[in-house]
C-alpha cells in the first residue's frame, strides 16, 4: 500500500474554500507548525483562516517517523559549535518546553518513552560522547546506551506520537475554537492583504506560510535558501518477534525506526541510497531506497513480518542544517526548512511566525535568521 502507516481512515474532509473570506492572518499549509501558527494567533486573539493544497497534515507532518526530539537537526555539539553555547541551550531549553505542550495538547498521540541514538563504528561512538558531554555541560538529560539496539545515547526526554492523528486532533480543536480551515485549496498568489487559490481570496492583514516540503517553489524568493528533497518510509503487519520500546536513530539519524503500540514497524531512512534522484518533490516511494529499507528491517532488526505501507515525503532541508524562519515579502512570514526533523522545531517556528505576523513576540522567535548565520 503506498500511503502512510498512520493513516486509519477516520478523517472528516474539510470542505475548499470557495468565495473571498476576511481573517487577520491566513495561514498556508495545514500540517504540524502551520496548525501551531493556527494555535498561537487563535490564543493571541486573532481571527484565522487556514489553507492546504491538500488533506490535513498530508505532507511530511502526517509521513514522518512520528518522533519528538528535543533540538536541532544536527547533534547538540556541532550546533554549539556554530551558534554558541548560550544561544544553543537557550533554543534546546524551548524545544523541550514545546514537547511538554504538545505532550499535554494530544495525550493520546504522544508517549514520552525516550528515544536512542545508536552507532555502529569507533567514529560514531566518538561524536556520542563529545555530543553526550556538551549536553550535561549545559545540564540536559543524556544516558550513555548499550543495549539490544547497540550502543551509544539514549535521551530519556524524547518520545514517539503518532504524527498524523495528532495534527487531526489540533485542527479539530482550532475549528472549535473558530478557525476556518479549508483542504484541497492550493494557493495559486501570495501577495500583502491577500491570499488567492483557484476558487477563492482571504483578505488579510498578515500571512504565514508554513510549508516544509516545496516552501521554494511557493516562494521563489527562497530557492537557495530552501530545497526540497524525498525522504522515505515502510510499514509492516503486527511484528509479534520483535519488541522496540523506544525510537532509535541509527548513522546520526540516516536510518530510524519505532514500533507502534500495535506492533507494527515504521522504518525510515536511506536517502543516500537513493543518490540525486531524492533532490525531487515527488513523493512517490522509489525501487533503491525501498529494497535498502527492507535489506534493514530483515537483517539488523530480525523483523519477519510482511511489509503493508511504502510511502514518501517532501521535506525542506536548507544549506547550514538550521530552520528557516523569517519575513520574505511585506507582511509574509514564512517557516520551514526543518531538515527531516520538524515535528518540534516546526511548531516553534510555526508559533514564532505567527507572532511576527502580528507585530509580536514570543520566545520563539529566538529561531528567526538561524539560515543566515
Known sequence: ????????????????????????????????????????????????????AGQVAGGAAGRNGGFLLAGLAEPYDLVVGRLGRERVAALHGLTLAEMDRMTAAVPD???????????????????????????????????????????????????????????????????????????????????????????????????????????????????GTVRTVRLQMLGTAPATEVRVPRPVYLRSGSEYWQQLPDGRIALGGFRDAGGAEEETDDARPSAPVQASLERLLRDRLGVRAPVTHRWAAAVGFTRNGLPFLGQVRDRVWAAGGYCGTGNVVGALCGRAAAARSLGQESPATAFEGLTSD
Do not use: N
Open 109 to 223: 498521540a504522544v508517549t514520552r518513552v525516550g528515544s536512542l541514538r545508536i552507532e555502529d563504528d569507533a567514529d560514531g561512538l566518538a561524536a556520542c560522547a563529545r555530543q553526550a558531554a556538551a549536553l550535561r555541560s549545559d545540564g540536559f538529560a543524556v544516558q550513555e546506551y548499550d543495549g539490544p539496539e547497540g550502543r551509544g545515547l539514549l535521551f530519556p526526554d524524547d518520545g514517539a506520537m503518532q504524527p498524523l492523528s495528532r495534527c487531526r486532533a489540533l485542527a479539530r480543536a482550532a475549528a472549535r475554537r473558530g478557525a476556518r480551515l479549508h483542504e484541497h485549496s492550493p494557493v495559486l498568489d501570495i501577495a500583502p492583504g491577500r491570499v488567492s487559490t483557484g476558487a477563492g481570496t482571504v483578505h488579510c492583514d498578515a500571512v504565514v506560510v508554513a510549508v516544509d516540503g516545496r516552501l521554494d517553489a511557493l516562494l521563489p524568493e527562497l530557492q
Open 1 to 52: 500500500m503506498t500511503g502512510p502507516l498512520w493513516e486509519d481512515g477516520a478523517w472528516t474532509p474539510l470542505e475548499r474554500l470557495a468565495g473571498d473570506l476576511t481573517a487577520d492572518v491566513c495561514v498556508v499549509g495545514l500540517g504540524g507548525s502551520g496548525l501551531a501558527a493556527v494555535d498561537e494567533l487563535l490564543g493571541r486573539g486573532a481571527s484565522v483562516v487556514g489553507l492546504d
